[in-house]
């Protein structure tokens, strides 16, 4: 079981940057693919993110390629997401995602894995 915390929602400007980090607990986050979506009023739930527990090798969604960037600290049991360049469009609620299965469908088809967040607020002013 694990249980996810995520941090850094706010209201920014267009063109600004903010950064997300999102807390596992248990002792086998290093093992997880970890990911994040987004979901913004009247829109389906959109993979943002995620990055592999074995290589950090990263998979971005195409809207916040070159934009945003997912990184991860096993020591801190923490997964970041940098966005930089924000605009009005990228306004959602941020969820942070674990993945534990072998298929790892998170990492390999951007599909959500088994454990979510909470969510954060993220709001981007033109």
């Known amino acids: 079981q694990v249980q996810l915390v995520e941090y850094g929602g706010g209201l920014v400007q267009a063109g600004g940057s903010l950064r997300l980090s999102c807390v596992a607990s248990?002792?086998?986050?290093?093992?997880?693919?970890m990911g994040w979506f987004r979901q913004a009023p009247g829109k389906e739930r959109e993979f943002v993110a995620a990055i592999s527990w074995s290589t950090d090798n990263t998979q971005y969604g195409d809207s916040v390629t070159g934009r945003f960037t997912i990184s991860r600290d096993n020591a801190k049991s923490t997964v970041y997401l940098q966005m930089n360049s924000l605009k009005p469009e990228d306004t959602a609620i941020y969820y942070c995602?674990?993945?534990?299965?072998?298929?790892?469908?998170?990492?390999?088809?951007?599909?959500?894995?088994?454990?979510w967040g909470q969510g954060t607020q993220v709001t981007v002013s033109s």
């Open positions: 995602n674990a993945d534990s299965s072998w298929t790892r469908t998170l990492y390999v088809s951007g599909r959500a894995g088994d454990y």
């Open positions: 248990g002792s086998a986050f290093s093992r997880y693919d």
